[in-house]
């Protein structure tokens, strides 16, 4: 395959995390091809447009003729899917790319000209999503030495950030961002605040600065049910007032942040913020989604779940609630200078 070919990868599903993260594939992929695009799900279009190694993203809104369509004027060499089904799957073959990656031991695996073993499903329990996704790329011939997502934050990302900082008196101020919520959180109605509450009250005290607590519009009922819970001024609510982009560029200027694995975590990791990983059930896999970057650091699961627990149907979230504050402590302020 000449150096001119034009490549895509082809990343809709899963979360933004899992957006950002088959990013790595397109850098990979830059070894051997000249032009890689990205297909990915409109929610996840604002973040794969702040990575570098992409050319352009296209959006999969669910019209499969039209997208196949699209794909075949664009005459792609290669097409790595990295969330693969059997509608990524069709698509990709219907667009007549001749070169097709995709995931072995599936009914649908047929229509890929390159198959690979998932290493998850094989009985790896540690190697990390960012080498897993990789291994497609490696079915190629390309690999990248540097595994860490990147996130660049446009100039009217920061002018945003700047707003709100300016609408909360923090221009100059320093402040922590603390994200308390994942998916699990706003779908199931039984989220605990008390545990996020004490340590937010803990980071505000540890480190004399403003604690912002994030999420989505969805987690607007979580994060007061917190702030009420900490009853400290300094705790500040800003779930859904800024997009994908210019939280990023408010990660860039924190102290820290730490939060619950979502996509926040690895953007944040990704523009250079001191980020920690909180995995408190006992069912997470911190060695597969730690966040990737220079100042980075994980607390694992600590309180003791009833055996065969599972976040999707936990029904109290103890674990949420009996937060380690001590040790969430201790781990963020190793990630920052004396």
């Known amino acids: 395959m000449n150096q001119s070919a034009n490549a895509l990868v082809y990343c809709a599903g899963g979360g933004i995390g899992d957006s950002l993260i088959a990013s790595l594939v397109a850098r990979a992929l830059r ?22 190694d992409l050319d352009g993203v296209l959006v999969d809104d669910g019209d499969e003729d039209a997208l196949v369509r699209s794909l075949r004027t664009r005459k792609y ?34 229509r890929f000209t390159k198959r690979v073993p998932v290493r998850s499903e094989l009985g790896d329990v540690t190697s990390h999503w960012s080498q897993i996704v990789l291994d497609y790329a490696r079915a190629l011939g390309c690999d990248t030495a540097d595994a860490a997502p990147r996130f660049i934050p446009a100039n009217d990302d920061r002018a945003k950030a700047d707003q709100l900082l300016a609408s909360l008196s923090l221009m100059n101020g320093e402040f922590v961002i603390l994200h308390p919520t994942n998916a699990i959180a706003s779908q ?53 007032k800024i997009g994908i982009g210019a939280f990023g560029a408010l990660a860039q200027r924190a102290r820290l942040f730490a939060g619950i694995t979502t996509g926040s975590m690895h953007v944040a990791a990704a523009v250079g913020a001191p980020t920690l990983g ?38 109290d979230y103890a674990c949420i609630a009996n937060l380690d504050v001590p040790r969430i402590v201790t781990a963020a302020r190793s990630l920052l200078p004396e």
């Open 188 to 240: 199931r109605g039984i989220w605990p605040a008390q545990g996020w509450a004490r340590l937010a009250r803990a980071f505000r005290e540890e480190f004399d600065a403003h604690v912002l607590l994030t999420g989505s519009h969805d987690d607007i009922a979580i994060n007061a049910n917190i702030l009420r819970d900490a009853q400290d001024e300094q705790v500040i609510d800003i779930a859904g």
């Open 31 to 52: 070894s051997r091809f000249s032009h890689v695009d990205a297909l990915t799900l409109p929610a996840h279009r604002e973040t794969l447009e702040r990575v570098p």
């Open 278 to 315: 909180i995995f408190p059930f006992q069912t997470d896999t911190p060695e597969r989604w730690a966040p990737i970057g220079a100042h980075t650091a994980i607390v694992r699961a600590s309180y003791p779940c009833r055996p065969g627990e599972r976040k999707e149907t936990c029904p």
């Open 77 to 110: 060499d290669a097409c790595i899917v990295t969330w693969a089904t059997s509608r990524t799957a069709r698509v990709a073959q219907r667009a007549g790319i001749p070169v097709r990656v995709g995931q072995a031991r599936r009914l649908y695996s047929w």
